[in-house]
């Protein structure tokens, strides 16, 4: 298909990043995944080609560019299954909560340093007893004089270990409040008193993702650290959860689609009885169904990123997006690692770390079944 949304200047972005993975983060994947994480100095090499926070303006230290570049980042990190590296989740969910409702004095210290990549911004919402259902988060932040308290734990956080701050999701107001109400953001620097990781989480993909607990333990921050107005938490997520569930759809999408490009490659090279397992007819038949359900997700999509990138409200749409493309993602990794029968087994090939990495898509930034529930009351019912 062809695509008409990308400028000159993103496609000449997409040579320049396609050529960095290939130097700087395909040599390296074998050893994050051994070692569980990526290395540090990955992020400084990102951010000094300007590849992180690529839509934040120059006067906060970034690359002066839009959503659309970082779209490109996201798929061509997918195109090399790196699925560890989360550029995307510090780049285009977490710094967004910063740029927009942070203090000057936060940003002026913190936006410069997120887009060069010394500093690495994680997430903390999720809690051991809640997950999509945010209204009902336990941690708690107190005020005391000019400090706020935070106590609670949090887990299944990005960039857990790796992370130099979060932002964290709270209970300001009291046992009676209204739980939408009461619900606060603040920004949390990982080196103060208090924050506290934990371990470090064995998953089922993703390997070289550090996925940690994070424990908040009489955790000080300055009043100045709340993000936006005390109780205003639930509607900040609300207004920042389009792009995170959109940047989730984009990355399916481009995995979707190498994984396609691959399998089309081995079944032209395997051969069963005699000839290319491509020239058996259900092969044809399984491949044309995948390529069909790619091409339709690919259409869909980039229509939405268009309008995402000019600011248009699309709640239901990013909604639907985040939960056709990965379940789309999961039924063409199935499909296609059959095809590579025995192999598609080993963690060797891709298409077995794929398959793996894939399952969380459906998990992660809202479950399908929460993306059901929100697009059914878009439409009304």
């Not at 000094?48 to 690529?54: I, R």
């Not at 988060?137 to 270990?161: C, E, H, M, P, Q």
């Not at 209204?178 to 606060?184: C, E, I, T, V, Y």
Request: proline content about 3%.
């Amino acid at each position: 298909m062809q695509r008409t949304l990308f400028s000159d200047e993103h496609d000449a972005m997409r040579e320049a990043v396609r050529a960095w993975v290939d130097s700087e983060v395909r040599p390296h994947q074998e050893q994050w995944r051994r070692d569980g994480i990526v290395d540090r100095e990955i992020w400084r090499s990102a951010g000094a080609l300007g590849l992180l926070c690529t839509w934040m303006e120059e006067r906060w230290g970034g690359p002066g560019g839009d959503f659309l570049h970082a779209v490109v980042v996201i798929e061509e990190l997918a195109r090399a299954y790196e699925s560890g590296f989360a550029a995307a989740l510090h780049s285009d969910i977490v710094v967004p909560y910063v740029h927009a409702f942070a203090t000057n004095a936060v940003k002026e210290v913190w936006l410069p340093r997120c887009a060069s990549g010394d500093a690495v911004g994680a997430l903390a919402m999720t809690e051991p007893d809640t997950g999509s259902d945010v209204a009902a988060i336990r941690t708690r932040a107190v005020r005391d004089g000019d400090d706020w308290v935070i106590d609670g734990s949090k887990t299944f956080i990005s960039n857990g270990l790796s992370c130099d701050f979060a932002v964290v999701a709270a209970r300001t107001g009291g046992p009676d409040a209204d739980p939408h109400a009461a619900l606060s953001l603040f920004f949390v620097e990982a080196d103060r008193p208090g924050f506290v990781r934990g371990k470090k989480l064995e998953k089922m993909g993703m390997a070289s993702q550090d996925t940690a607990e994070l424990h908040f333990e009489g955790c000080r921050v300055p009043a100045s650290h709340l993000l936006g107005q005390e109780g205003g938490g639930f509607l900040m997520l609300m207004n920042k959860l389009q792009q995170e569930r959109l940047v989730v759809a984009v990355g399916a999408q481009a995995s979707a689609e190498q994984v396609l490009a691959d399998t089309m490659v081995w079944v032209q090279e395997r051969k069963a009885f005699g000839k290319p397992i491509a020239r058996f007819q259900n092969t044809q038949f399984k491949l044309v169904e995948c390529a069909t359900e790619i091409e339709v997700g690919r259409a869909f999509l980039d229509r939405l990123i268009v309008e995402h990138t000019q600011g248009a409200y699309l709640v239901k749409e990013c909604s639907m997006a985040k939960y056709w493309q990965t379940e789309m993602l999961q039924r063409v990794c199935d499909t296609c690692l059959q095809l590579f029968g025995g192999y598609g087994y080993m963690l060797e090939y891709p298409i077995s770390r794929a398959f793996m990495d894939a399952r969380v898509q459906r998990i992660y930034a809202g479950t399908n079944e929460i993306m059901k529930v929100i697009v059914a009351r878009q439409l009304g019912l």
